[in-house]
Antibody, heavy 115, light 106 residues
């Protein structure tokens, strides 16, 4: 089955670090872009950035450049989104999705940042 | 960064009628535009890519049109399951999403 499986929900405190994951299966993982999308509570979709697993070419939205890091381990078909110091405003659902237009989505990882 | 502006913000339509949603880009995106449907508690679902190509499994009552800066998603005969939030996305240059249109039952 072609799918993206995301890691589970996280509850963190401000200032903590976090790395969430997205594992692809059932297709040639290395040859499709993987993107990350943020959805804050009750709000719309925000494009964060994308990575091409074959060569780790990475592009960020200006809004997220320097705020997060997108990485990949193509040996295990997994992409990552990480923060070095979380803020309360990072509380959101984070989706990974495949391709430039997103034809395959993960179910999302809910990140809650609260003191 | 290319800004996508969707209109209207909320659209009230009766089942069986036609819905027309608009997405306008601040500069040309050629035909690099997609449409998504999102229902509460679910991940978005791809409906249209390349401005007018239906994604796999999408009913033919969904159609997309436009190029350059002006795009339209049309749902020809609304079914109860079509009431949701719809987003456009451009993927030509530092990809962005529109702010969404909520399609509600009239």
């Amino acid at each position: 089955e072609v799918q993206l499986v995301q890691s589970g929900a996280e509850v963190k405190k401000p200032g903590e670090s976090l790395k969430i994951s997205c594992k692809g299966s059932g297709y040639s993982f290395a040859t499709y872009w993987i993107g990350w999308v943020r959805q804050m509570p009750g709000k719309g979709l925000e494009w964060m950035g994308i990575i091409f697993p074959a060569d780790s070419d990475t592009r960020y939205s200006p809004s997220f450049q320097g705020q997060v890091t997108i990485s990949v381990d193509k040996s295990i078909n997994t992409a990552y989104l990480q923060w070095s110091s979380l803020k309360a405003s990072d509380t959101a659902m984070y989706y990974c999705a495949r391709h430039r237009y997103f034809d395959l989505w993960g179910r999302g990882t809910l990140v809650t940042v609260s003191s | 960064e290319i800004v996508l502006t969707q209109s209207p913000g909320t659209l009230s339509v009766s089942p069986g009628e036609r819905a027309t949603l608009s997405c306008r880009a601040s500069q040309s995106v050629s035909r690099n535009l997609a449409w998504y449907q999102q229902k509460p508690g679910q991940a978005p679902r791809l409906l249209i890519y390349g401005a007018s190509s239906r994604a796999t499994g999408i009913p033919d009552r969904f159609s997309g049109s436009g190029s350059g800066t002006d795009f339209t998603l049309t749902i020809s005969r609304l079914e109860p399951e079509d009431f949701a939030v719809y987003y456009c996305q451009q993927y030509g240059d530092s990809d962005t999403f529109g702010q969404g249109t909520k399609l509600e039952i009239k």
